[in-house]
């Protein structure tokens, strides 16, 4: 065609590459959220295989249960999904409840879920901050950790812990609110949809930012059923399945909420999902404040639910039972129970069995980003490895939580 | 030790679900406990994968969505040794229900039930990992969250908590 | 062969306070931390890092992804066993000079996990400069011992670091296979006696 001769040994020959490449991503990566080791079969940059390899954060907490007594567990599960460790200590604590029968005042369901909600915008935060940051867009993480931390402010200031509160117990709370915080929740949560519209602006209509995540990773409702896959996972491909209007508890019936929904089942939807659920949890935020009304914090069964220090230190059966719980701790009844409850990552449903002692006989924790995890094959062969990140993004992983 | 179930509970009002299984396959259901608000089934372990794709496909029931499967030990004296509970939820009716298997320690073997929901693929290799229960039939029956070479199943109740040595480079 | 070799190799017997102080004052004013955030440390890290709590200020402006690229580690979160040699091989492809900071209980001794999964404290693979206690510790506690690390840092000497035998560094080292270390860095073998921990600056408030 040209003047040009090739010389024969430079001949251009048009042949795909025919062999494969298997490498390694993790589980050191700033981008798997976590320590995930993924192997990836590569046919250049399309993604043939893709097989999760995980474990590095296995802590045997599962064990770790069975050797304290069950309110000394409840630490242990906030460092299990340690964005969500609200969601983690409420699922542990209504198992328990569930075993022995308790009745938890009205006072206490509503401030739980307050702090749930606030805890699940929480956690959404993060995952929005992450996942913008994985596809390109920094500015998202940094706005992100400002609003939250406005949440971990009012976390810290209702529980003491930003980030392992370990705010509820069985029977109902660790102590009430304290004085000022619904004004501060108040304000938190008027200045919030400016916040998300924020996020909308910068994110929703970037042209590059849609093109990274409609129409990647595709899952179809049924294949999400039957990959076990629950939370915005689910509901972004078009299930409306949200355990607070399945099996309800701590009185979500009550709320008037949306469950969004997507129908596409890729990430963009997820996207959207979980952005309209921050919008559908400061509502149900509001409501919970709304109806705050004074009354007891902790269920009546002095042999379960430490007495409050004024009474410890003034009457004598409190004294004893004080001791006797902390001491010896309380028997629970024998049985098996499994509480499901939405968390902010689907569904995490804890089984606990009892065998009527003190510490529990097996306690398993069903995490939803283990289950998710276990359908990123599915979504993701054919796709492109810069795709994997977004991916992985979208299925909003805790590694604490898939590990345990 | 035996969960015991609340006196004459399959005899007083056993749910329609659990009634209606028992006509159509009585063979299936071993024992009905009905405790907590939770109805659990205990299946015989041949039984366990056909009884899990009827109660995918019943209209009755609709089991569609596989919450979880977990594997429990009892303790090092009891027999039956191991258990394992399949957690079973519908999308559409909402209902939940426990099956149970339970297996001596001599014989650990289970037939899997990949086949019906592919979610529990992971579900069963985590069970085999930590307590060493063996699902016949899965397809990459592997370690997922000890290391490969590890020695033992952790969550057994003669595994102690510290391990068996601390951990050195070496 | 570093400056530092060079040096040492050829003036045995010079002082270096001056070149010592402008070579510190760089290495300390930028301290390019490695992520190796494993858990919930890590996302009090991640807070540290973000526009409230800015560690960019103290000159840890850019986490790296690479660990040949970064001249600290920070190890926050549980250690597991399967993550151990993951973590030693991170650390052993850092440059010279490199530090570790310990974030939090369960990097710095096991945490609350006494068990069968956990490495009881990092410094049982990686030897460590700053411990940081707190489950997780709050952000102001990192920025904290980052400083403490740059206290650490101006009062080292160019004539101190030594670069790894070249044996050893060629070696391909599986993971699982390298010796115990007990918390010493390398060139304390190599030099003897040279002190490497610093009262924290409460401590010497309180004696003086």
Redesign the interface.
């Known amino acids: 065609m040209s003047s040009v001769t090739i010389p024969p040994q430079f001949e251009v020959v048009d042949r795909p590459l025919d062999t494969q490449m298997t490498i390694s991503m993790g589980p050191q990566h700033p981008s798997t959220h976590g320590v995930l080791r993924l192997e990836l079969v590569l046919d250049g940059e399309m993604v043939v295989k893709v097989t999760p390899d995980i474990g590095y954060l296995h802590t045997g907490m599962e064990k770790l249960f069975e050797y304290k007594k069950y309110q000394q567990g409840i630490v242990i599960t906030d460092r299990m999904d340690y964005l969500n460790p609200l969601g983690n200590n409420l699922a542990y604590c209504m198992a328990a409840e569930k075993l022995l029968g308790l009745e938890i005042p009205e006072r206490a369901q509503t401030i739980r879920v307050l702090m749930c909600e606030l805890q699940r915008i929480g956690s959404h935060l993060v995952w929005l901050g992450t996942h913008a940051l994985d596809i390109g867009a920094m500015t998202v993480f940094f706005y992100c950790f400002r609003e939250r931390e406005k949440i971990l402010n009012l976390i810290e200031a209702a529980s003491g812990g930003r980030l392992t509160p370990s705010y509820f117990r069985i029977g109902g709370l660790m102590m009430d609110l304290p004085a000022g915080f619904e004004r501060r929740c108040k304000q938190f949560l008027d200045a919030f949809p400016n916040a998300v519209d924020e996020f909308h602006t910068l994110l929703s209509g970037n042209r590059i930012f849609q093109k990274r995540t409609q129409g990647i990773g595709r899952i179809s409702a049924e294949d999400a059923i039957d990959w076990g896959l629950s939370g915005p996972c689910l509901r972004g491909s078009g299930v409306n399945l949200d355990i607070r209007r399945a099996n309800p508890y701590c009185g979500y019936e009550n709320y008037d909420f949306e469950v969004p929904t997507e129908p596409d089942g890729d990430v963009w939807a997820r996207y959207m999902v979980r952005m309209r659920e921050m919008k559908e949890s400061h509502k149900i935020s509001l409501q919970a404040l709304s109806r705050l009304k004074p009354g007891p914090v902790k269920a009546d069964a002095p042999k379960v639910v430490l007495p409050d220090r004024e009474a410890m230190k003034s009457h004598m059966d409190a004294l004893i039972h004080h001791f006797l719980i902390v001491a010896e701790g309380f028997d629970v009844p024998a049985g098996e129970v499994y509480h499901p409850i939405e968390a902010s990552k689907g569904e995490l449903g804890v089984y606990m069995r009892s065998d009527g002692g003190p510490k529990p006989s097996r306690v398993h924790f069903r995490g939803p980003s283990f289950v998710n995890l276990s359908a990123l094959p599915a979504m993701s062969e054919g796709e492109m490895v810069a795709d994997i990140v977004a991916i992985i993004g979208s299925l909003d992983i805790v590694l604490g939580e898939i590990d345990r | 030790?035996e969960?015991?179930p609340i006196p004459g509970s399959e005899a007083a009002a056993p749910s329609p679900l659990v009634a209606a299984l028992q006509r159509e396959h009585p063979e299936w259901v071993t024992d009905v406990i009905v405790?907590?608000?939770?109805i659990?089934i205990v299946v015989p372990r041949e039984h366990l994968v056909a009884a899990c794709l009827f109660l995918k496909i019943w209209p009755e029931s609709r089991f569609?969505?596989?919450?979880?499967i977990?594997g429990?030990?009892?303790?090092v004296e009891e027999d039956p040794r191991f258990e394992v509970?399949y957690?079973l939820?519908s999308?559409t009716k909402?209902h939940?229900l426990?099956l149970k298997v339970v297996l001596s320690e001599e014989d650990t073997h289970v037939p899997t039930v990949t086949g019906v929901?592919?979610?529990a693929?992971?579900?069963e290799r985590?069970t085999f990992d930590?307590f060493g229960v063996i699902f016949d039939g899965h397809p990459d029956l592997r370690?997922?969250?000890?290391?490969e070479d590890w020695q033992g199943h952790?969550?057994r109740k003669d595994?102690?908590?510290?391990?068996?040595e601390?951990?050195?480079?070496? | 062969m570093g400056l530092e070799n060079i040096i040492a190799d050829a003036l045995p017997e010079v002082l270096t306070t001056r070149l010592d102080s402008l070579v510190n004052w760089a290495r300390k004013s930028s301290l390019w931390p490695a992520t190796f955030g494993l858990a919930c440390c890590a996302i009090e890290m991640m807070n540290a890092t973000s526009s409230r709590n800015d560690l960019a200020r103290f000159g840890a402006e850019v986490f790296r992804a690479s660990p040949r690229q970064a001249d600290v580690m920070i190890v926050s979160g549980r250690v597991s066993r399967k993550m151990a040699p993951v973590l030693r091989r991170i650390y052993d492809q850092m440059p010279e000079p490199k530090w570790v900071i310990s974030m939090g209980a369960c990097a710095t001794s096991g945490g609350v996990f006494d068990n069968y999964a956990i490495v009881q404290g990092v410094d049982k693979v990686v030897p460590v400069d700053v411990y940081i206690p707190g489950c997780p510790p709050r952000p102001e506690m990192l920025i904290h011992a980052v400083m403490m690390l740059q206290e650490k840092v101006e009062k080292e000497s160019v004539r101190d670091r030594r670069d790894v035998p070249e044996e050893e560094a060629r070696e391909a080292v599986p993971p699982g296979t390298l010796p115990v270390t007990d918390g010493s860095t390398a060139l304390k073998e190599a030099l003897g006696s040279r002190p490497y921990t610093i009262a924290s600056r409460h401590e010497r408030r309180r004696s003086s």
């Not at chain 2, 601390?166 to 070496?170: E, I, M, V, W």
């Open positions: 030790m969960i015991t405790a907590f608000g939770e659990t569609d969505f596989l919450a979880d977990c429990a030990d009892r303790g509970n957690h939820f999308t909402h939940r426990r929901w592919r979610t693929n992971w579900h985590e930590l370690r997922i969250l000890l290391p952790a969550l595994f102690p908590l510290r391990g068996y601390p951990y050195s480079l070496k």
